[in-house]
């Protein structure tokens, strides 16, 4: 399976110590000669608490040294610390929510709920899936195969063994897992359905710049392709249910093709209006759910399916509607579809 990577700091309270690595370039080289001066360069607002930090052994090198005021710059080195959550992170009261669809000693499989982080980026560090089950499943090497956006519900995998990660991950590389979505977006205005009408494939160009929230489409050669179709209307409400399969990965990819179309999910927060990160109202959450990941299994080579038990609340009447998921409890321990891997009937 690979050579596992070596963290010289343990997971402390489900958070992976953070890995700063030293500049090389000439002009550092020059200006710092132990590694403790570049930390409180690199972070003067916080110098209290590095060195509070260095005199408890908590800062070390990727040799697992700990570092102390004599410590030497090493261009290309490493560093390890933990970092501290952040004062102002929001809390997440959805974590309760979170409903374990299948556990063995390879797989984590959980029904995520809306407006959860997969694992800590931005303003949620501790606030995560993957930070609260190590710590209530005590799995601290647990680890996401893949990743959902915050706003999106459904169905996530992670490993539970770090030597077995790769061979899961590299399926979602590869593309080798199919995914169904469901999402929740105003009908078509006359007239203005796609050529050929529904189902239709949405190809294009997505590129996803550092420091911009929202993904957009360029033009050049597609890197981006969903299959999108129209399964059940509520013309009362002007709002169908619409199946997506993603055959890509890229960012944002199933909420842009369904702007392009004309057609953007409801209360999505990036289209058709950007809002602030973390500005969406709880009670009216992006309506787009992860409904089902199928895959053969990399070490078994046994067909895994895991399907979610959500039901999007706005939902046209009429559709399958799928029983509410279990609540908080469910969590340690349960492994329903241990066997197989399916975790609800198939629509």
């Given at each position: 399976m690979g050579d596992v990577p070596f963290h010289p700091l343990p997971v402390r309270d489900g958070l992976n110590p953070t890995r700063l690595v030293l500049p090389h370039d000439p002009a550092s080289v020059a200006r710092w000669s132990t590694a403790l001066e570049y930390l409180l360069a690199r972070f003067p607002d916080d110098a209290d608490r590095l060195l509070e930090k260095v005199g408890a052994g908590e800062v070390v090198?990727?040799?697992?040294?700990?570092?102390?005021?004599?410590?030497?710059?090493?261009?290309?080195?490493?560093?390890?610390?933990?970092?501290?959550?952040?004062?102002?992170?929001?809390?997440v009261p959805a974590l309760t929510q979170i409903e374990v669809l299948h556990r063995d000693e390879d797989l984590l499989v959980v029904d995520k709920p809306h407006l959860v982080a997969t694992m800590p980026r931005g303003r949620w560090v501790t606030q995560t899936v993957l930070t609260h089950l190590r710590r209530t499943l005590d799995l601290p090497e647990l680890s996401p195969a893949h990743r959902l956006d915050r706003p999106t519900a459904g169905v996530l995998v992670l490993t539970v063994r770090p030597r077995v990660r790769g061979a899961y991950?590299?399926?979602?590389?590869?593309?080798?897992v199919t995914k169904v979505y469901e999402a929740v977006a105003p009908l078509p205005a006359p007239g203005s359905e796609p050529p050929g009408g529904f189902p239709t494939t949405v190809r294009s160009r997505i590129v996803k710049q550092r420091g911009v929230a929202a993904a957009q489409e360029v033009p050049g050669e597609p890197n981006a392709e969903s299959r999108v179709d129209l399964v059940a209307r509520d013309e009362a409400r002007g709002v169908g249910l619409y199946r997506l399969e993603p055959h890509t990965g890229k960012t944002h990819q199933l909420r842009l093709h369904m702007a392009s179309l004309?057609?953007?999910i409801l209360h999505d927060p990036f289209w058709p209006v950007?809002?602030?990160d973390g500005d969406e109202d709880p009670a009216r959450p992006l309506q787009l759910l992860a409904r089902?990941?199928?895959?053969?299994?990399?070490?078994?080579?046994?067909?895994r399916r895991f399907v979610s038990r959500r039901a999007l609340a706005a939902s046209p009447v009429g559709a399958a509607q799928r029983p509410a998921p279990r609540a908080a409890q469910a969590v340690p321990g349960a492994q329903p579809g241990a066997g197989t891997g399916t975790a609800a009937p198939a629509r």
């Amino acid at each position: 399976m690979g050579d596992v990577p070596f963290h010289p700091l343990p997971v402390r309270d489900g958070l992976n110590p953070t890995r700063l690595v030293l500049p090389h370039d000439p002009a550092s080289v020059a200006r710092w000669s132990t590694a403790l001066e570049y930390l409180l360069a690199r972070f003067p607002d916080d110098a209290d608490r590095l060195l509070e930090k260095v005199g408890a052994g908590e800062v070390v090198t990727g040799r697992g040294e700990p570092v102390d005021a004599r410590t030497p710059y090493e261009p290309r080195g490493f560093l390890f610390l933990y970092r501290d959550a952040p004062a102002d992170e929001p809390q997440v009261p959805a974590l309760t929510q979170i409903e374990v669809l299948h556990r063995d000693e390879d797989l984590l499989v959980v029904d995520k709920p809306h407006l959860v982080a997969t694992m800590p980026r931005g303003r949620w560090v501790t606030q995560t899936v993957l930070t609260h089950l190590r710590r209530t499943l005590d799995l601290p090497e647990l680890s996401p195969a893949h990743r959902l956006d915050r706003p999106t519900a459904g169905v996530l995998v992670l490993t539970v063994r770090p030597r077995v990660r790769g061979a899961y991950q590299e399926l979602f590389a590869r593309r080798q897992v199919t995914k169904v979505y469901e999402a929740v977006a105003p009908l078509p205005a006359p007239g203005s359905e796609p050529p050929g009408g529904f189902p239709t494939t949405v190809r294009s160009r997505i590129v996803k710049q550092r420091g911009v929230a929202a993904a957009q489409e360029v033009p050049g050669e597609p890197n981006a392709e969903s299959r999108v179709d129209l399964v059940a209307r509520d013309e009362a409400r002007g709002v169908g249910l619409y199946r997506l399969e993603p055959h890509t990965g890229k960012t944002h990819q199933l909420r842009l093709h369904m702007a392009s179309l004309g057609l953007p999910i409801l209360h999505d927060p990036f289209w058709p209006v950007l809002r602030p990160d973390g500005d969406e109202d709880p009670a009216r959450p992006l309506q787009l759910l992860a409904r089902s990941l199928t895959f053969t299994d990399p070490l078994s080579g046994a067909e895994r399916r895991f399907v979610s038990r959500r039901a999007l609340a706005a939902s046209p009447v009429g559709a399958a509607q799928r029983p509410a998921p279990r609540a908080a409890q469910a969590v340690p321990g349960a492994q329903p579809g241990a066997g197989t891997g399916t975790a609800a009937p198939a629509r």
